[in-house]
């Protein structure tokens, strides 16, 4: 997104009637996990409780109960290659993070309980089998605990944790198994807990994760259909909560009691981001286009023609908004995978404290920059014209989203000279041998590349031809012969969006805020690597067929 321009979305006056439902307040309530008591119980104990910052305080506690089950996945640390295989690795540093998380979690919930109140903790005794009254009421379901009772019991897990960590942690080495053990006596322990159980991924609870943003809830009203609203709706409140665990990771890392658990919201970020991903790049299309497909079966024949125009418009904006929520997580993914591959050196790897801590403050700036470009690509997509600073409440974000369109445009632009070399040099293959003909797998993988990263940039930067380009490349999607002139208007039309996407990155930076900062192009080039690898691993070959420049 370019701040400053405003792109004309075609309006819907003559569709049908907006809904009574709200898709928004729907999913804050439908994904904690609990039943209507509890959450009403719980809503009913926070609001009575006399303590300063206790929404911040319950969140950060919840967080790292998540954090540590999380913790027990390697899939989910830093890593670099190299590193030993997982039956011959020391997982003692890990013990570590661990139970620096686990002691900060039990003071954090002594903090929720206040002093001297402990109800609901492990019972030393076992009940008693022997009862007078009938069998169905001796083996009855136990009553409902209080939110003060759940508290109490999750503090009592914690304890239990944390001194099967302390008797860890003397020990010469620690293998995966018992670490992975050792968590996942806590994980059993949390799924079982009525009111304080956050073991779940892309859930929303509204103490916490209500948006605030006037800019953002007023596009979200721009969503004309449920399901439209509910995706929208998914995708801030992640990028939103997403930024509070940044924010969490970041004072966490400058905590010089607990730093090292700063570690355990990494795992927290790549869970919820490839969560996010899987729904949003897998499943988003297919539920959008179900929703476009029942309005139009519901048409009479006699009123096709006269509600094309509106159908037209609304599945106009129907691609603009898929393309956008693609596009940010599948950006958000890159700088995740990033953050763990290449900024944050993996846990046991010997560092000093100052490095690693400058390395953890590299990592949440540029998290929390390109988290803020994800939603600020979905306001200016269903709100466009939208104030960048008001949307997220940062005085410099609409420079870190001029920063982010440019860094993501000259990306795109690589990809797409890569993509011209390759098809130029497929179009003058010789046939004149027998031979086999020359693989166009390279055009379906640049299909793929320009749907879930090119197309949302090309609504963006305004191109004036995407119609044209998106028309030629779906032309191709199913094609099992590509005859030269074919390829040749595509590889025309594709040359002219990769000087396109070259202009937007030379103009953004000539404007005001761009002043003295200049492409990063290594740290582009890392991430080009990471979404090639995410999105097509073979596609990096692609890199190689690119002609030398500087």
Request: include cysteine; glycine fraction near 4%; charged fraction near 25%.
């Amino acid at each position: 997104m370019i701040p400053g321009r405003r792109a004309s979305v075609p309006t819907r006056a003559d569709m049908a009637p907006r809904r009574l439902r709200d898709p928004h307040a729907d999913l804050l309530r439908d994904t904690r996990g609990m039943g209507r008591d509890q959450a009403m119980a719980r809503e009913t104990w926070l609001a009575a409780l006399s303590l300063e910052q206790k929404e911040d305080v319950l969140f950060e506690l919840e967080l790292s109960v998540k954090g540590l089950v999380l913790w027990a996945d390697p899939r989910l640390h830093p890593t670099r290659p190299g590193l030993p295989p997982l039956r011959d690795r020391d997982f003692r540093p890990h013990v570590d993070v661990a139970l620096a998380t686990l002691s900060r979690a039990q003071a954090l919930a002594g903090r929720l309980l206040g002093a001297g109140n402990s109800p609901g903790a492990i019972p030393r005794r076992l009940p008693v089998g022997f009862n007078e009254s009938s069998r169905s009421e001796a083996w009855r379901e136990p009553t409902m605990l209080t939110p003060v009772e759940s508290l109490a019991a999750l503090r009592s897990s914690l304890g239990v944790a944390r001194e099967i960590m302390q008797a860890l942690a003397v020990v010469e080495r620690v293998s995966h198994r018992a670490f992975f053990a050792a968590l996942t006596t806590l994980r059993r322990e949390v799924e079982h807990n009525g009111c304080f159980n956050p073991l779940t991924l892309l859930e929303f609870r509204p103490e916490f994760d209500r948006i605030r943003s006037t800019e953002v809830l007023e596009s979200l009203q721009s969503c004309e259909t449920d399901t439209a609203h509910r995706l929208a709706s998914l995708t801030f409140l992640s990028h939103f909560r997403l930024l509070r665990v940044v924010q969490t990771m970041a004072t966490a890392a400058t905590d010089p009691t607990y730093s090292v658990r700063a570690y355990v919201f990494l795992s927290v970020l790549r869970a919820e981001c490839d969560a996010l991903v899987d729904v949003l790049q897998n499943r988003a299309g297919e539920m959008l286009a179900d929703t476009l497909a029942r309005e139009v079966l519901r048409l009479v024949a006699a009123d096709v023609r006269t509600r094309f125009d509106a159908l037209a418009a609304e599945t106009e904006q129907l691609n603009r908004a898929r393309a956008a929520m693609t596009a940010a997580v599948l950006s958000l993914r890159a700088a995740v995978r990033r953050t763990l591959e290449r900024v944050i050196a993996p846990c046991g790897v010997p560092a000093n404290e100052s490095a690693t801590q400058a390395s953890f403050l590299e990592a949440s700036d540029q998290l929390t920059e390109t988290l803020q470009h994800g939603i600020l690509r979905m306001v200016e997509v269903l709100r466009p014209g939208s104030d960048p600073e008001r949307a997220v409440g940062d005085p410099g974000a609409r420079r870190s989203a001029t920063s982010q369109t440019r860094q993501w445009a000259w990306i795109f632009a690589l990809i797409t000279r890569a993509f011209v070399a390759k098809a130029r040099k497929a179009e003058h293959a010789s046939f004149d041998r027998w031979s086999a003909a020359p693989s166009h797998e390279f055009i379906s993988q640049y299909q793929r590349h320009y749907r879930e990263l090119g197309q949302s940039l090309a609504y963006e930067t305004l191109y004036p031809h995407r119609d044209r380009l998106a028309h030629a490349l779906t032309a191709l999607a199913d094609a099992d012969f590509v005859d030269d002139d074919t390829l040749e208007s595509l590889v025309a039309d594709c040359d002219a969006f990769a000087a396109h996407l070259q202009f937007t990155v030379a103009s953004a930076s000539e404007r005001p805020e761009m002043r003295g900062l200049a492409l990063n192009k290594a740290r582009a080039g890392e991430l080009l690597r990471l979404h090639l690898l995410a999105v097509a691993p073979v596609a990096t070959r692609a890199l190689d067929a690119l002609p030398p420049r500087s």
